[in-house]
């Protein structure tokens, strides 16, 4: 079974802050994905990486970084986190390289950001 | 601008009635993916279409990817309160993955 984790499940920030985001899946997939959930939005991918230290802007990449280090861990990172960053960020994983198939998601983080 | 859109946003129903969500684009897609979202959870892949004209079923579901490739959908028959959720298409294009904006089924018991 694929498991897909996140650090955090409630995160509560303050303007400006440096934030950090984990994700960690456990079944050697080479893709890994960064959405934010908003409502009325649908998911819309900020970052999508297919394989370490590779990665590939989505629809909505402002004011995000990503890091890929090691292959089962794929990092968002919000430099200067500001109110409108506010939402629920859900990471992904897929096995084929540079694909879009099926894609399994960790639970997610809320991100409020004061 | 959204590249994949679905209606309606909203469905309630009874439970029983059928149900269907449709998803279209404004541009040829590769494949198409449904996905379902439980209140509170995280989505999960249901199925996947590649061919022009596919149709395929999974009990009570019924997906359907258009001739042109530029719209889908999924139908529920005779729904139950199981299927309570949000469920999204998400279609591949060139370079570009887009998912829906979702459809939010309630089922009234």
């Known amino acids: 079974d694929v498991k897909v984790t996140q650090s955090s499940r409630y995160l509560v920030k303050r303007t400006g802050e440096k934030v950090f985001l984990e994700c960690v899946q456990d079944?050697?997939?080479?893709?890994m994905f960064w959405y934010r959930q908003d409502p009325g939005l649908g998911l819309r991918l900020i970052y999508f990486?297919?394989?370490?230290?590779?990665?590939e802007k989505g629809d909505i990449p402002e004011g995000y970084s990503v890091s890929r280090e090691k292959k089962e861990r794929f990092s968002l990172i919000l430099e200067s986190a500001s109110t409108n960053q506010t939402s629920m960020y859900l990471c992904?994983?897929?096995?084929?390289?540079?694909?879009?198939?099926?894609?399994?998601f960790g639970p997610g983080t809320r991100l409020t950001v004061l | 601008g959204q590249q994949v859109m679905q209606i309606p946003q909203y469905q309630h129903v009874q439970e029983g009635e059928d149900f269907t969500t449709y998803c279209n684009s404004s541009t040829t897609l590769s494949n198409i993916q449904w996905y379902k979202q439980r209140p509170g959870g995280h989505p999960v892949f249901l199925i996947q279409?590649?061919?022009?004209?596919e149709v395929k079923k999974q009990k009570r579901l019924t997906f359907q990817f258009g001739e042109a490739k530029k719209n889908s959908s999924l139908h529920i028959t005779a729904t139950q309160t199981t299927d309570v959720g949000t469920y999204f298409c998400?279609?591949?294009?060139?370079?570009?993955?887009?998912f829906g904006t979702g459809t939010s089924l309630t089922v009234i018991p």
């Open positions: 279409l590649v061919k022009s004209g």
């Open positions: 079944m050697d997939h080479e893709n």
């Open positions: 998400a279609g591949h294009t060139g370079n570009q993955f887009y």
């Open positions: 992904a994983s897929s096995p084929d390289r540079g694909s879009y198939n099926e894609q399994f």
């Open positions: 990486s297919y394989d370490v230290k590779m990665k």
